[in-house]
């Protein structure tokens, strides 16, 4: 097959916040991915789409279907800019339409299909102002988010808050840097879990991965935050957490986990792969944080890769997976 390799590249932009480019991908990540689909005899051409005309690179390219990565630009549903521009080209890609990643991007929309679905999330309140009075219901602490944001931007250890003073404070300061509403939920004092969703003919749930945050004692970080995964296995700041895949759940609690993020995945309408990250409570309820469309596939770093070596692929076997259910979906193969 002739492919695009649809991407954002990772920059280094001090006039930026840290956190910028986070969601982005590394060159070795897209290096990797052209490897993957080369050594299975598909000719690749990566498309930084920073530096194109959409629409006319699309229009006048023949390729058969596009690998998607991108995260778009600065829109509020920018991860459903590439797809869109794809379908309106009859175009066929990988991974999930532009209203799945558009509600998937949103955190609070996705929610409520979470609960409608009668899937468990932490309850939860949108700051759209920072004068708005806090819901008596919710129960301290509490986490503040960036309610449109992806790979944790704007969370640190101060985004866990225990006082209503602290809460607007965070509330502010979060408006001010990423000019969105806020989402503010209930923190689930837990075990951190992420759960890989992959279609290929049929539905697979990869192992479930596990984070233990417990010896990042210096950092005072017991969860992902975006320091947590940009400097991942740093010593001196405290960042390293242990991962277990599988996780260490006895068999109900790992069905229980794993049925959680398969309806997650279905009530967005995901397809191909997905990612959802998972607080399981210390009374066994597997409380979904949010689901990501789009993981990241970096084969070293990412977690996806590591829940889908742990069920005994490759990565090259992985990326041509992800390729073939958009194919078969599609009418390619």
């Known amino acids: 097959m002739k492919i695009a390799l649809t991407y954002n590249l990772k920059e280094e932009d ?3 916040p840290p956190d910028y480019f986070s969601e982005f991908d590394s060159r070795d990540t897209i290096n990797a ?6 050594k299975k005899g598909h000719t690749v051409y990566p498309v930084d789409i920073k530096y194109i005309n959409l629409f ?3 229009k006048n390219s023949r390729i058969d279907i596009v690998f998607n990565i991108a995260e778009g630009t600065n ?3 920018r991860e459903s800019e590439i797809p869109a521009v794809l379908d309106y080209l009859d175009i066929p890609y990988t ?3 532009p209203l799945s990643l558009g509600l998937a991007l949103n955190k609070a929309l996705a929610k ?6 009668d899937i468990p999330t932490p309850s939860f309140q949108v700051f759209r102002k920072s004068n708005e009075k806090l819901d008596p219901h919710l129960r301290f602490p509490l986490i503040v988010k960036p309610n449109r944001e992806g790979s944790s931007k704007g969370i640190d250890v101060s985004n866990v808050v225990s006082t209503q003073d602290s809460l607007y404070l965070k509330i502010i300061e ?10 503010v939920e209930e923190f689930i004092d837990g075990k951190e879990l992420s759960v890989g969703i992959l279609e290929n003919g049929k539905t697979t749930i990869l192992p479930i991965l596990e984070i233990d945050f417990s010896e990042c004692i210096k950092s005072g970080e017991y969860f992902y935050s975006w320091r947590m995964k940009e400097y991942q296995g740093n010593i001196e700041l405290g960042l390293t957490p242990q991962f277990y895949c599988p996780a260490r759940l006895d068999t109900e609690t790992e069905e229980l986990v794993k049925q959680a993020a398969l309806k997650a995945h279905q009530a967005l309408g995901c397809f191909d792969i997905s990612r959802t990250d998972i607080r ?3 009374d066994n309820v597997p409380y979904v944080l949010e689901i990501n469309p789009l993981p990241g596939l970096n084969p070293k770093e990412s977690n996806f890769p590591i829940m889908a070596y742990a069920a005994g692929m490759k990565y090259e076997d992985l990326i041509e997976a992800i390729l073939m259910s958009a194919s078969e979906r599609e009418g390619l193969n």
């Open 33 to 38: 991915i052209v490897s993957a689909l080369e």
């Open 280 to 282: 399981l409570s210390r």
């Open 112 to 117: 409520k299909i979470l609960k409608s679905e």
């Open 56 to 58: 006319s690179y699309f």
């Open 14 to 16: 001090k006039t930026k």
């Open 75 to 77: 829109s509020k549903f």
């Open 174 to 183: 979060i408006q001010n840097l990423y000019k969105q509403e806020v989402l």
């Open 95 to 97: 991974g999930s339409n």
